[in-house]
């Protein structure tokens, strides 16, 4: 059973990051870690947390100019579709563990998590089929 | 297979903007700072969850709930709210049922007598108890991603939104929380939008008076979305009756009902009693708690804030026929003795215990037997009887806290 500190330790730094990808805001990313955890510290002997799963790694390949306006759209996306989009395709969670966090129907996952990919795919560079052999 | 381009620049864009996050710095530190401050971080509750997946239902409850303003608690309207006294000689049924701590040469106990009005029912915490329409759901947290219904009762938790939400302009509140709470919080009399300015009326300037012996006051405000807010604030009793929504009459139809509940109308005690001499974690050599003929169950569910002497009832309910069923069931299956003793390298020995769970078995010749559950911290976690002890399952902790729509937290397994 992991320690408060030896979990802080290991998982503090993602935290921040998870909660700076939902919020966007780097202050209220901080704010909230630090009140999540120490609400954590008071429960931490009811507290077990799970080992995780490894972490994501990114392939360069989509252009710079296309993150951006994907970053811009994630910051107008309703906080709870940008939850799950955050949850399943950064953390790598599973539809049934996202719903869990967010203590929703997994359905709920499914479709806030295809509204915002639809709204995504708006700005994935097309193809021009036309030029090909 | 070909990855959905979609998902693909996603995961590039977040992995793309991670190293903007702040640097954690000595984040543990600052987490138990802020938890020794007692700052909202007691306050905003716990939907249990025995995972990494706690710290982040935190962050995401906090990240999209909406912010809240002040509240000023102003002149008192007594005929809006009714309660009677009885003398503290309850008649409770059976012989072991837990009894109020009230001081009866200084208190009145009192006791609502008032049935809820056809088609309604009653909800009752913090020795407050009033009367909703029954479809209307009683949470102890606020917790989903899922549309908010037309309306709901929290109490016993307060709130932890799931996947926030902003409450539309047709949408009701009945609020049963902590003064103190609130006002941590800066909750109490919050526009609905959570946004300061949002250009509500403004109220009437604080001035507590009696209310049937007891210091209450209350306000009326209009929302800047079209709604009424009213508050009742219990200084004496550190509580506070909260409701919002479009229709003005039905709020104060909610409202007329509001009664103070030292013993409330399922029969728990407003404030736990001491514990009975049997309930102690070395019970040595004991059979394990039995339910015998027993048909019906009141669920108490205590918790303790900052600085109270004793815990407080934060959620209650009479469970009939098959509602009953899975708590006895659970408790039935449950294996004698006590839970073994979590890891002391994971034990915080200065953690007290914050939340209790007294059941009160009813069987069918109208005797009562009274069963606390400890399931909270990391030692001393049992089950009890005047005659048992058994183990707390999570099977048992599901069926009471589910019947009261409350989360719970326990590191006991199975």
Same mark, same amino acid.
């Given at each position: 059973?992991?320690?408060?500190?030896?979990?802080? *330790?290991?998982?503090?730094?993602?935290?921040?990051?998870? *909660?700076?990808?939902?919020?966007?805001?780097?202050?209220?990313?901080?704010?909230?870690? !630090?009140?999540?955890?120490?609400?954590?510290?008071?429960?931490?002997?009811?507290?077990?947390?799970?080992?995780?799963?490894?972490?994501?790694?990114?392939?360069?390949?989509?252009?710079?100019?296309?993150?951006?306006? *994907?970053? !811009?759209?994630?910051?107008?996306?309703?906080?709870? !579709?940008?939850?799950?989009?955050?949850?399943?395709?950064?953390?790598?969670?599973?539809?049934?563990?996202?719903?869990?966090?967010?203590?929703?129907?997994?359905?709920?996952?499914?479709?806030? *998590?295809?509204?915002?990919?639809?709204?995504?795919?708006?700005?994935?560079?097309?193809?021009?089929?036309?030029?090909?052999? | 297979?070909?990855?959905?381009?979609?998902?693909?620049?996603?995961?590039?864009?977040?992995?793309?903007?991670?190293?903007?996050?702040?640097?954690?710095?000595?984040? +543990?530190?600052?987490?138990?700072?802020?938890?020794?401050?007692?700052?909202?971080?007691?306050?905003?509750?716990?939907? +249990?969850?025995?995972?990494?997946?706690?710290?982040?239902?935190?962050?995401?409850?906090?990240?999209?709930?909406?912010?809240?303003?002040?509240?000023?608690? &102003?002149?008192?309207?007594?005929?809006?709210?009714?309660?009677?006294?009885?003398?503290?000689?309850?008649?409770?049924?059976?012989?072991?049922?837990? #009894?109020?701590?009230?001081?009866?040469?200084?208190?009145?106990?009192?006791?609502?007598?008032?049935?809820?009005?056809?088609?309604?029912?009653?909800?009752? =915490?913090?020795?407050?108890?009033?009367?909703?329409?029954?479809?209307?759901?009683?949470?102890?947290?606020?917790?989903?991603?899922?549309?908010?219904?037309?309306?709901?009762?929290?109490?016993?938790?307060?709130?932890?939104?799931?996947?926030?939400?902003?409450?539309?302009?047709?949408?009701?509140?009945?609020?049963?929380?902590?003064?103190?709470?609130? @006002?941590?919080?800066? =909750?109490?009399?919050?526009?609905?939008?959570?946004?300061?300015?949002?250009?509500?009326?403004?109220?009437?300037?604080?001035?507590? #008076?009696?209310?049937?012996?007891?210091?209450?006051?209350?306000?009326?405000?209009?929302?800047?979305?079209? @709604?009424?807010?009213?508050?009742?604030?219990?200084?004496?009793?550190?509580?506070?009756?909260?409701?919002? &929504?479009?229709?003005?009459?039905?709020?104060?139809?909610?409202?007329?009902?509001?009664?103070?509940?030292?013993?409330?109308?399922?029969?728990?005690?407003?404030?736990?009693?001491?514990?009975?001499?049997?309930?102690?974690?070395? @019970?040595?050599?004991?059979?394990?708690?039995?339910?015998?003929?027993?048909?019906?169950?009141?669920?108490?569910?205590? =918790?303790?804030?900052?600085?109270?002497?004793?815990?407080?009832?934060?959620?209650?309910?009479?469970?009939?026929?098959?509602?009953?069923?899975?708590?006895?069931?659970?408790?039935?299956?449950?294996?004698?003795?006590?839970?073994?003793?979590?890891?002391?390298?994971?034990?915080?020995?200065?953690?007290?215990?914050?939340?209790?769970?007294?059941?009160?078995?009813?069987?069918?010749?109208? +005797?009562?037997? #009274?069963?606390?559950?400890?399931?909270?911290?990391?030692?001393?976690?049992?089950?009890?009887?005047?005659?048992?002890?058994?183990?707390?399952?999570?099977?048992?902790?599901?069926?009471?806290?589910?019947?009261?729509?409350?989360?719970?937290?326990?590191?006991?397994?199975?």
């Amino acid at each position: 059973v992991e320690s408060f500190d030896g979990f802080v *330790a290991a998982r503090g730094a993602a935290l921040l990051r998870f *909660a700076y990808l939902v919020s966007g805001d780097r202050h209220a990313a901080e704010d909230l870690v !630090q009140s999540a955890l120490a609400k954590a510290f008071r429960r931490w002997s009811t507290v077990s947390p799970e080992p995780r799963g490894g972490s994501v790694t990114a392939s360069p390949g989509m252009d710079i100019e296309a993150r951006g306006a *994907a970053w !811009q759209l994630l910051a107008t996306l309703p906080r709870r !579709q940008r939850a799950v989009l955050v949850l399943r395709f950064y953390e790598d969670l599973d539809d049934d563990a996202v719903a869990r966090v967010l203590s929703c129907s997994p359905s709920t996952v499914r479709s806030n *998590a295809a509204r915002g990919l639809a709204a995504l795919r708006r700005l994935v560079p097309t193809v021009d089929t036309e030029a090909l052999p | 297979m070909t990855e959905d381009p979609a998902v693909r620049l996603l995961r590039e864009t977040l992995t793309a903007h991670e190293s903007e996050a702040p640097e954690p710095g000595n984040l +543990a530190n600052a987490a138990r700072s802020r938890a020794a401050a007692a700052g909202r971080t007691w306050w905003s509750g716990v939907v +249990a969850a025995a995972a990494v997946v706690f710290v982040v239902i935190g962050i995401g409850a906090a990240l999209v709930r909406g912010g809240n303003g002040g509240v000023k608690i &102003g002149p008192a309207s007594p005929s809006s709210v009714a309660a009677v006294t009885h003398s503290p000689a309850v008649s409770t049924p059976g012989s072991a049922a837990p #009894q109020p701590t009230v001081d009866s040469t200084s208190s009145p106990l009192w006791v609502p007598n008032r049935p809820p009005p056809d088609g309604w029912k009653l909800v009752s =915490s913090l020795g407050v108890e009033l009367a909703v329409p029954k479809d209307w759901p009683v949470v102890g947290a606020i917790a989903g991603c899922d549309p908010l219904p037309a309306a709901f009762v929290e109490r016993g938790g307060g709130a932890v939104a799931g996947c926030g939400y902003t409450e539309p302009a047709t949408f009701t509140l009945v609020q049963i929380e902590r003064l103190s709470t609130m @006002r941590v919080l800066g =909750s109490a009399g919050a526009p609905a939008t959570g946004d300061a300015s949002a250009g509500r009326a403004p109220g009437p300037s604080p001035s507590p #008076q009696p209310l049937n012996r007891l210091p209450a006051s209350f306000t009326e405000r209009a929302l800047a979305d079209g @709604r009424t807010e009213v508050a009742l604030s219990f200084e004496d009793r550190d509580a506070v009756v909260l409701l919002r &929504g479009p229709d003005k009459d039905l709020l104060f139809k909610v409202f007329g009902t509001v009664q103070l509940a030292d013993l409330d109308s399922v029969g728990c005690p407003a404030v736990l009693a001491p514990p009975p001499v049997w309930d102690r974690a070395d @019970r040595g050599s004991v059979p394990k708690v039995g339910i015998g003929n027993a048909d019906r169950v009141t669920v108490c569910a205590y =918790s303790s804030g900052p600085g109270e002497a004793s815990p407080r009832l934060a959620a209650s309910a009479g469970l009939t026929g098959s509602a009953a069923v899975p708590v006895l069931k659970a408790l039935d299956s449950a294996s004698a003795g006590r839970n073994p003793d979590a890891d002391p390298a994971d034990c915080l020995p200065s953690t007290p215990e914050l939340s209790r769970l007294v059941l009160l078995l009813h069987h069918p010749g109208g +005797a009562v037997d #009274q069963v606390q559950a400890h399931h909270d911290g990391c030692r001393n976690r049992y089950v009890a009887d005047a005659d048992g002890q058994s183990r707390v399952t999570i099977p048992l902790l599901q069926a009471a806290y589910g019947a009261l729509g409350m989360g719970f937290a326990t590191n006991v397994a199975g």
